[in-house]
């Protein structure tokens, strides 16, 4: 049982408010008194907001529901669907001609594209790895992946296969002539990249060369050379006794590579943070990255390890000076949504109140201590699941709330807006121009953005296969429209217009094939699931000139709101029931398998082994999607709740299989009765046509908080 201490008329978790008055405050020059009662006063004035805008939600999607039941689908009416969305002000009037007012952006937000990751933050070893993979080997992450042929003669084994570090160090050239070609030959011919007189020398088999543009040579580090491209570095590691140098006529070590430029530290869809305990941990790690204090020990290959946070990195500029650049991603922290509540703290009434509330007090609070992160102050909060722009502009007075009670300068602390709500999307400029003075990124969320346009049009009829929805025409649609209205509000070399996951973290060879499609839709950065995966995707903005790709859509036809709303529903005629089985089969595995590690771990990301053993990185945003179609299936009458409840049955025991080398794991069959886990995933899928949005996180958290209760 939590114990409470009354701060300013609120009750708080006295492990919360320890955490506060002990350690976020400390140093800050804001008194603890001072601060409960600007917590207090922000509880009051802004839960009510708050409860309205979700009762506003529900009513809106009671009245599309019942469109639905007397219309059918879209398709049958689309103009009078559109008519039906401005009358009950799901769609508003779109603000004339505007361009956006943030100032005070890093470089990284505002002119430098590449990838960026998402990390769970309640994990301080991933946060570090995240915040510390601004810089990566090239080879190692060539060497390890597919990203390179792993068969015959250069296959991966249990030792050096040379062969196959020749394959990368090949490969390598071929990315340093893309980016930095030479004025005579190529880079695999060099003998020599000499630094005299702070300028750069090269030696190639048929004689001296340079740089085809010397200028992308900007300094250097003893033998080590630094380029750079569209604003990206590349360090050549020159190194005649490393093992790999030795063998190269001009001693190239390793190619190091700027990539991951900013990184997402993870508050929601990653974390399965559920109480007060779980949240203080999550803060905890978030407090010191600001700090740069954070370190992690942990054992690999029976050695222990600690993982700090990076260094800059210090060179020689090309005018003879220090040159030092950012050994960190630029950290962003995502928040909660609108929705849920924490039982941390309860308001005057005993309610608990509003869990994005209190992660903008907290995460702000640790904020202040930064001084490593952003060059201007400022704090990039990326904040989820918005509907529509009253909830951004909702989002902003809680921002600037905090900002007063902190004596922040106003629209110091920076929103990213998460279009992945369908009222968002449709609402798309009136969503930025209600944050125009504080947005610095919009970013498709196609994950939880197909998962609420399945649960708003729930009563529509049944939704196809998860396969055949990512070919349709809405989702080219909403990507589009996301990019040419950012590039219509003055994004462009000012703010982030970001792409979404790529779920298959050991599937890099396809990654590099198909993402190199976001920065030439125009997409400054894109999310990626890992370190290695930061560093390859890196060579795309090397490929494509983002600013370029933008200047070139600019005045592309913004596509309407017709495709927007043109998904369609399935025929189940048209599918076998071998066919149907297969589909409910895949969803309940994914969900189970998802589902099984947070509530009995309380695991919120992590790579999920799917039916066919394929890891995929799994978060609440995909297990939306399986328990939205399952749910879906289920109102029309495609699969019976027999036929659900025995497939996931059937599926747990596919799972416990999966899962069998894990000793922290808790079989689900035999116990379907008694596996909260198994309740929780069934749950989602029975009750997902009545939960809030279709999200997963009242079931998820209320499964978890009793496993924790029980423990």
């Keep these: 049982m939590a114990h409470y201490v009354t701060k300013a008329g609120l009750q708080v978790d006295a492990r919360l408010a320890a955490f506060i ?9 804001i008194a603890a008194e001072a601060y409960w009662t600007g917590v207090s006063g922000l509880v009051a004035r802004l839960m009510p907001k708050n409860r309205a805008l979700l009762a506003t939600r529900d009513v809106l999607q009671a009245k599309i529901d019942a469109w639905h039941r007397g219309n059918g689908p879209v398709a049958h009416d689309p103009k009078g669907y559109e008519a039906f969305l401005r009358d009950i002000g799901y769609l508003v009037a779109e603000p004339g001609d505007f361009q956006i007012e943030t100032e005070g952006l890093d470089p990284e937000i505002s002119s430098v594209c590449g990838p960026q990751l998402v990390v769970p933050v309640s994990n301080a070893r991933y946060a570090l790895n995240a915040a510390n993979a601004r810089w990566g080997s090239l080879y190692d992450a060539l060497y390890g992946t597919d990203a390179l042929e792993r068969t015959g003669a250069l296959a991966l084994g249990k030792a050096y296969n040379p062969a196959r570090g020749a394959a990368v160090v090949a490969r390598a050239a071929e990315f340093l002539d893309e980016a930095f070609p030479l004025l005579k030959g190529h880079h695999a011919e060099v003998t020599a990249y000499r630094i005299v007189d702070n300028q750069l020398h090269i030696d190639t088999k048929s004689g001296p060369t340079t740089l ?13 050379v630094l380029l750079r491209h569209h604003g990206l570095h590349a360090e050549l590691v020159i190194d005649p006794t490393h093992m790999i140098g030795k063998d190269h006529p001009a001693g190239l070590a390793d190619v190091i590579v700027e990539a991951a430029m900013s990184t997402i530290q993870d508050c929601e869809d990653s974390v399965a943070a559920v109480d007060a305990e779980d949240k203080i941990g999550v803060y905890r790690n978030w407090l010191g990255l600001m700090t740069g204090a954070l370190e992690d020990t942990f054992e690999k290959g029976g050695k222990l390890l600690t993982r700090r946070m990076n260094p800059d990195r210090t060179y020689t500029g090309v005018d003879g000076q220090p040159l030092v650049l950012k050994g960190r991603s630029l950290l962003l922290v995502r928040n909660v949504g609108h929705l849920m509540t924490s039982t941390a703290i309860l308001d005057a009434e005993g309610l608990p109140i509003g869990e994005g509330l209190m992660d903008a007090c907290v995460s702000v609070l640790c904020a202040l201590h930064d001084t490593l992160n952003s060059r201007h102050g400022s704090i990039y909060i990326v904040k989820p699941k918005m509907h529509g722009p009253d909830e ?14 902190l004596g922040l300068k106003p629209n110091t602390i920076k929103i990213g807006i998460m279009d992945e709500e369908r009222r968002t999307s449709a609402n798309l400029k009136a969503a930025i121009h209600a944050a125009r003075a504080r947005v610095f990124f919009i970013n498709t969320g196609f994950l939880d953005r197909t998962g609420d346009e399945i649960h708003t049009s729930m009563q529509a009829g049944p939704v196809l296969r998860k396969d055949d929805v990512k070919s349709e025409r809405w989702i ?21 217009i970001g792409k979404g996951m790529w779920a298959r973290p050991d599937d890099m060879a396809a990654m590099m094939q198909a993402k190199i499609g976001h920065p030439n839709a125009g997409a400054n950065t ?34 309407g709101l017709d495709a927007l709303f043109s998904m369609p529903v399935l025929k189940p005629e048209t599918l076998s029931r071998d066919e149907i089985q297969r589909e409910l089969d895949n969803n309940a595995q994914g969900i189970l398998g998802y589902v099984v590690r947070w509530v009995d771990q309380g695991v919120g990301c992590s790579k999920v082994p ?102």
């Design 526 to 559: 894109a999310w990626v699931p890992s370190p290695t995966a930061a560093i390859l995707h890196a060579l795309h903005y090397h490929q494509v000139d983002v600013f370029a790709a933008q200047k070139r859509r600019h005045n592309q036809e913004t596509p």
């Design 392 to 405: 951004v502009a909702f989002a902003c007075e809680i921002f600037a709330g905090v900002e007063a009670m």
């Design 21 to 29: 008055e002990t350690e976020a405050l400390v140093g800050t020059g």
């Design 476 to 496: 080219q649609a909403y990507e589009d429209r996301n990019v040419l209205i950012g590039l219509e509000t003055g994004f462009s070399g000012k703010a982030q």
């Design 610 to 711: 799917d039916i066919n053993n394929v890891g995929l990185m799994e978060d609440r945003a995909t297990c939306r999607i399986s328990a939205q179609a399952v749910a879906n299936w289920l109102t029309h009458g495609v699969v019976s709740l027999a036929d659900v409840r025995a497939s996931f049955e059937r599926m747990a025991g596919v799972v416990d299989g999966q899962n069998a080398g894990d000793p922290l794991y808790q079989t689900m069959s035999g116990r379907f009765d008694e596996s909260e886990a198994f309740k929780a995933a069934l749950a989602l899928a029975v009750e997902g046509a009545t939960q809030p949005s279709g999200y997963t996180e009242p079931i998820l958290h209320a499964a978890r908080a009793r496993v924790k209760a029980n423990a």
């Design 212 to 224: 085809k543009d010397k200028a992308q040579f900007v300094g250097y580090s003893g033998a080590n």
